[in-house]
């Protein structure tokens, strides 16, 4: 085990937790004016030109094998595609609160799913912990007025995403033996490829006015959203998920809404309540002790 490298990809990885908490204040004043698909589109598109551009320049050897490339397709189709499709379509069905709680479910769903490939259980703490976590982050969503009132469907479709990225990070693990920087350019490819069709579709039915998309601030928000969350931000995820395993990188995922309640205060002026402490401490220590428990049974496995 090489700990400065485990150190590394805990402090990127933490990075990329860090700039997709602030997503969701960027992402709320592009979708006013965007449609969620299209403009998970468009954000894609930015993300696929600078990882492309960076691999032209950075690799030299850029050919993969069948295999990989149907691996970052899958991993694509997943983790951008479903993902954001069952993501958007699904908050507007059922309620912010309840969506951000079925979404934070993500590692449970990893940990489920990496069990089944390999046909066997993590340990009972570990389930325990990624359990706790998940009470930290209801509490720091129920303390902004959870209403349990949202819409079935609109659940079924939010349960869809974290399963979608559980699914994701399935693909990332197997993806481990070939080059990062190549892969994630496939995977972003495919998954802009598969989400152009839904885009065409939300245009057609929503009739934006696409002056509009050029406001200044939306602009800069979705270069935010394209180089640094989804560009770069995939990239090193990738990577981290790859040095740290799936059990404990996913993790992580928990952390996102502390961030955005920070996000929120700083940038929004939104004063959080104690609750947001006492959730965020709790998310806190499930993260790492998690954190710690599944890097040990990465170890053993």
């Keep these: 085990m090489n700990t400065k490298n485990d150190n590394l990809s805990i402090i990127l990885g933490l990075t990329i937790i860090f700039f997709w908490g602030i997503s969701f204040v960027a992402i709320k004043v592009v979708v006013s004016v965007i449609p969620p698909i299209t403009m998970a589109t468009l954000r894609f598109i930015i993300s696929w030109i600078i990882l492309w551009?960076?691999?032209?320049?950075?690799?030299?050897?850029?050919?993969?094998?069948?295999?990989?490339?149907?691996?970052?397709?899958?991993?694509?189709?997943?983790?951008?595609?479903?993902?954001?499709?069952?993501?958007?379509?699904?908050?507007?069905?059922?309620?912010?609160?309840?969506?951000?709680i079925l979404i934070a479910t993500v590692p449970i769903f990893t940990i489920i799913i990496a069990d089944i490939s390999r046909r066997k259980a993590s340990s009972f703490m570990l389930y325990l912990m990624s359990?706790?976590?998940?009470?930290?982050?209801?509490?720091?969503?129920?303390?902004?007025?959870?209403?349990?009132?949202?819409?079935?469907?609109?659940?079924?479709?939010?349960?869809?995403?974290?399963?979608?990225?559980?699914?994701?990070?399935?693909?990332?693990?197997?993806?481990?033996?070939?080059?990062?920087?190549?892969?994630?350019?496939?995977?972003t490819k495919w998954g802009l490829i598969f989400l152009i069709p839904f885009s065409i579709i939300e245009i057609s039915v929503e009739r934006p006015n696409v002056a509009t998309f050029l406001r200044p601030d939306v602009i800069l928000w979705l270069l935010f959203l394209g180089t640094l969350c989804s560009g770069f931000g995939y990239l090193i995820w990738n990577y981290a998920v790859r040095s740290l395993g799936s059990r404990t990188s996913s993790n992580f995922i928990y952390l996102i809404p502390v961030v955005s309640v920070l996000a929120d205060t700083m940038i929004l002026k939104n004063i959080p309540s104690v609750w947001i402490y006492i959730g965020g401490a709790i998310t806190m220590v499930g993260v790492i002790l998690g954190e710690r428990l599944g890097k040990k049974e990465e170890i053993i496995l």
Aim: charged share 15%; net charge neutral; no cysteine.
């Design 53 to 100: 551009v960076f691999s032209r320049l950075t690799v030299k050897d850029r050919k993969l094998p069948k295999k990989a490339k149907f691996l970052s397709a899958m991993a694509g189709l997943w983790g951008i595609t479903i993902y954001f499709v069952f993501e958007n379509f699904g908050v507007s069905f059922t309620t912010p609160s309840q969506a951000s």
């Design 131 to 187: 359990f706790l976590s998940l009470a930290g982050v209801t509490i720091i969503i129920a303390s902004n007025g959870f209403e349990l009132k949202g819409d079935a469907l609109g659940d079924l479709l939010v349960l869809g995403a974290a399963i979608s990225w559980g699914m994701y990070t399935l693909y990332i693990n197997k993806l481990e033996n070939y080059d990062n920087l190549l892969t994630t350019v496939e995977m």
